[in-house]
C-alpha cells in the first residue's frame, strides 16, 4: 500500500501564505515526480506545479511567481509555499506522486485525499 497524506491547509486573508506538506509513504522504491493540484466548486482540478526527482519545476500560468514547490527525496516529502494567496486560488488542494512500488514495476499515479485552502477577508 502507498498513502499521500497532506496537511497545512486553512483559512487565510488575501495576501497571506500558506505552506502545504505531503508525505508518501508505504511500500515505495522511487518516488518519481510529484506535484499539487487543485479543485474549486464547478470547475475541472488544474495542475498547480509539479517536481521532478531532479528538482525540475513547473508551474501554472496563475501562480507562478507566487508559489514554490519543493521536495525532500530522502523523506518521500513535497510541500508547496503558496504566498500572496487571492481569492481565486480557494479551492481544494491534492497532492500527486508517481510511485514505483519495486524495481521492475512502472510508476503508477497517487492522490492524497485533498486539504482545503480558502483564501477570504
Known amino acids: 500500500q502507498v498513502q499521500l497524506v497532506e496537511s497545512g491547509g486553512g483559512l487565510v486573508q488575501p495576501g497571506g501564505s500558506l505552506r502545504l506538506s505531503c508525505s508518501a509513504s508505504?511500500?515505495?522504491?522511487?518516488?518519481?515526480?510529484m506535484g499539487w493540484y487543485r479543485q474549486a466548486p464547478g470547475k475541472e482540478r488544474e495542475l498547480v506545479a509539479s517536481i521532478t526527482s531532479g528538482g525540475s519545476r513547473n508551474y501554472a500560468d496563475s501562480v507562478r511567481g507566487r508559489f514554490t514547490i519543493f521536495r525532500d527525496n530522502a523523506k518521500n516529502l513535497v510541500y508547496l509555499q503558496m504566498n500572496s494567496l487571492k481569492p481565486e486560488d480557494t479551492a481544494a488542494y491534492y497532492c500527486?506522486?508517481?510511485?514505483?512500488?519495486?524495481?521492475?514495476?512502472?510508476?503508477?499515479?497517487?492522490w492524497g485525499q485533498g486539504t482545503q485552502v480558502t483564501v477570504s477577508s
Open positions: 508505504g511500500s515505495i522504491f522511487s518516488v518519481n515526480a
Open positions: 500527486n506522486a508517481a510511485i514505483r512500488r519495486s524495481v521492475v514495476a512502472a510508476p503508477l499515479q497517487y
